[in-house]
């Protein structure tokens, strides 16, 4: 058994080892980008801890501060293995 180096998600489109079969690694990487996407939710509808609301009122802070940017930010960032899936289900490459 050999282990491949070969990029985050390559094995979504169908590595060498198991043709169209995603193993733990790619479950992982796909749970990532909707894992952050449902916290950055989850903090926008529960709210944070009141010293978060405190240090927000503060006068100079940026909108990207914050858990909520950070969160979507992470879940953008997670996004690739996502497009790489969609990309590999649209241009005709079946899975058997």
Known sequence: M???CGPIGARI???PHQPGRLGAADWLSL???PTFAVT????AVLGGDPLEMLCSAAEHTSP???MIPMYLLMSAFHSPPWLKLI???G???RRA
């Open 64 to 66: 990207l501060s914050g």
């Open 91 to 93: 241009n005709g490459t």
């Open 2 to 4: 050999s282990l491949s």
């Open 13 to 15: 489109e169908g590595g």
């Open 31 to 33: 749970a990532a980008a």
């Open 87 to 89: 990309s590999s289900r």
């Open 40 to 43: 950055a939710l989850l903090t």
